[in-house]
């Protein structure tokens, strides 16, 4: 087998555990970037290139240096008081102005107290990150309730736009019984709404304060203006292809199915995808359309459950930094630890689907990443990914070619006799990457009780005194210098009786009266009987008790 050029920590145990191994050099990894309560959004503008602003789902606003990974210690926004958290509420979106270094505005898309929607612009104080004060503007503020949100917003990149994504606000159980998904007047919900809120169609209506495109596919016919498409079910997270401005996001799907849909920058809008008598490709019991119908427009692509239950619309790179992922498509899935990639035609063609689950294992961790409840990029296009439960976010970035050691092991480990060690490691590098374990210094080589001396674990059964030494792993390449972990020292006792008092039991006495033993100076107290007492013994004996030694 090839050697694994995963990440690598030593780590002993009782018994091995299983450890997957990548055949072939990944583009990129992923590293722990920030930890931020609840990650829900995140943005970036070119006026402001070195920080990712953040949403925390309760409301907040923080901003984060790319560079040091430092938190600013003042938001820089908190409603909190003013946003309802309720099934799906929640501070959900933000982004930036294409004029923002000029104008200095970004816009925040939130559930209020009173079920409303509500997005609304804010304006940066000069030279700081934190909001003016009294700059809080309403957009627009429209009724919802409590259910499927959607809740992203993002500006086009070709028309400077403003699109939203607007859940059917059902809240589950039979597909979209009001019909609001399919429904075009005097309804937002179940939309895909695009606006320009630079300026004001509305001058007498202080909920509404944006301008209606011209090219909006509902002007002039019967159908909200605001409406750019319509018959989606949760849009849960989109975004624009930086490049050339086109439109993919994910859906998140009823009982069977989820689904992802694009939209080429040169769409004149007033698609309909479907839902509800559609999930994905599939018929469900609505008959607020046809299914099948070829005015419908299909997902991209499509999963089924239980491969994944909750999809998380995801962004296209367009870093600097890994060639290898250029206009690919990232996305995930919300609850089942699954991240994946493709690539996305002109006309919505898919190739090169891969999974990198395995491939993004945050460094230094044997986890996959979950509950990933967004994706965002920095002002370079370079690709963050959010998990809202654990509140940690991280980066996606290359992956190394000279070797790197991304954890370090404890100082030392007790193991007793007859057991079996097991000792891993994670890291990075580049193939042909090659994995040395030693012990004081020396190669170890399989054959007889140790297995694995090349690999990713190594195994050490029916562990033996003569086992006892100091372990470490190397990893050498063609790239660069050679990468050691810090060494571990692992002893291998013998499990001589902790059961001091005879009861045929361990129990905490048998503590004390070693302890009274050794520090009296009784025969007892020679715990691993080498005719002298020393604190030694005591560690042999705590090791022994803990180990079940009777």
């Not at 292809?241 to 086109?246: E, T, V």
Request: glycine letters at 10%; aromatic letters at 10%; proline letters at 9%.
């Amino acid at each position: 087998m090839k050697a694994p050029h995963l990440r690598f920590v030593l780590a002993a145990a009782g018994s091995a555990l299983a450890a997957s191994v990548a055949l072939a050099t990944p583009p990129a990894r992923t590293v722990q970037f920030v930890d931020v309560p609840q990650p829900i959004a995140m943005a970036a503008t070119p006026a402001d290139p070195d920080y990712l602003y953040i949403c925390q789902r309760p409301g907040v606003v923080s901003a984060v240096n790319i560079s040091t990974k430092i938190v600013e210690p003042l938001p820089v926004l908190d409603i909190t008081p003013g946003v309802s958290l309720t099934n799906d509420d929640g501070l959900l979106g933000i982004a930036f102005d294409p004029n923002y270094a000029t104008n200095r505005y970004f816009y925040i898309n939130y559930n209020d107290l009173n079920s409303h929607i509500v997005l609304e612009r804010h304006r940066m104080q000069p030279g700081s990150r934190t909001v003016e004060p009294g700059s809080a503007t309403i957009i627009w503020r429209y009724p919802r309730p409590l259910g499927h949100n959607g809740g992203w917003i993002g500006f086009c990149p070709v028309n400077n736009l403003l699109y939203i994504t607007s859940g059917d606000g059902d809240p589950g159980g039979l597909p979209d019984p009001v019909g609001r998904a399919q429904d075009t007047v005097d309804q937002p919900m179940g939309k895909i709404l695009r606006i320009n809120p630079s300026s004001d169609d509305f001058p007498s209506d202080p909920m509404r304060n944006y301008a209606i495109p011209p090219a909006n596919p509902f002007v002039g016919v019967v159908g909200d203006d605001e409406i750019w498409a319509y018959g989606v079910r949760n849009p849960w997270r989109a975004a624009f292809d930086p490049l050339n401005g086109d439109f993919i996001f994910g859906d998140v799907g009823a009982d069977f199915w989820e689904e992802v849909n694009f939209e080429p920058a040169s769409s004149p809008g007033g698609r309909n995808y479907g839902w509800a008598c559609m999930e994905g490709n599939h018929c469900t019991i609505s008959t607020a359309c046809t299914c099948g119908d070829p005015s419908l427009t299909p997902p991209i692509y499509e999963y089924p459950h239980p491969t994944g239950t909750a999809v998380t619309g995801g962004c296209i790179y367009r870093g600097p930094s890994i060639p290898a992922l250029q206009g690919v498509y990232i996305f995930a899935d919300l609850f089942r630890a699954k991240i994946w990639s493709m690539r996305v035609g002109p006309s919505g063609a898919v190739s090169e689907f891969t999974d990198r689950s395995a491939e993004f294992v945050p460094a230094a961790t044997s986890s996959p990443i979950n509950f990933i409840a967004t994706f965002g990029q920095d002002a370079a296009g370079e690709v963050y990914i959010a998990n809202l439960f654990q509140g940690r976010i991280y980066k996606i970035v290359p992956y190394p070619c000279a070797p790197v050691i991304d954890l370090s092991p404890p100082s030392s480990m007790d193991v007793r006799d007859g057991t079996t060690a097991t000792l891993r490691a994670y890291g990075a590098g580049a193939d042909p990457l090659t994995i040395q374990w030693r012990r004081n210094g020396v190669n170890l080589v399989d054959g007889g009780r140790i297995s694995g001396a090349n690999t990713l674990t190594l195994t050490i059964t029916s562990a033996a005194v003569a086992d006892s030494g100091t372990y470490d792993v190397v990893l050498s390449n063609p790239c660069g210098p050679d990468a050691a972990c810090d060494p571990v020292a692992l002893t291998v006792f013998t499990c001589s009786t902790a059961d001091i008092n005879g009861s045929g039991s361990l129990t905490v006495q048998d503590i004390f009266d070693f302890l009274g033993a050794y520090f009296g100076g009784l025969p007892a107290g020679d715990f691993n009987r080498n005719d002298q007492v020393t604190v030694q013994d005591i560690f042999d004996f705590l090791a022994a008790y803990f180990a079940g030694c009777i």
